[in-house]
């Protein structure tokens, strides 16, 4: 079985494009079963930054 960030939360933001449950982009979740482990490896890693830099993002659009 492949290891998968998905967290069942899958709804892109519009400004990141990234998924705000697991913080893929959409290209990534479309290929991720056809990754390599070691690219599957290195997506992982980035995923809690990706997340935490769309949430600030988010945040200082929210407040302007």
Known sequence: ???SPCVNICTL???S???LGCGRTIDEIARWTAM???ERSRV???L???II???AANAKT???
């Open 1 to 3: 079985m492949i290891e």
């Open 44 to 46: 992982m890693h980035e």
């Open 36 to 38: 390599t482990a070691a």
């Open 53 to 55: 830099a769309s949430k």
């Open 62 to 64: 929210a407040t302007g």
């Open 13 to 15: 933001d519009a400004h």
């Open 17 to 19: 494009g990234i998924c």
């Open 48 to 50: 809690s930054a990706r």
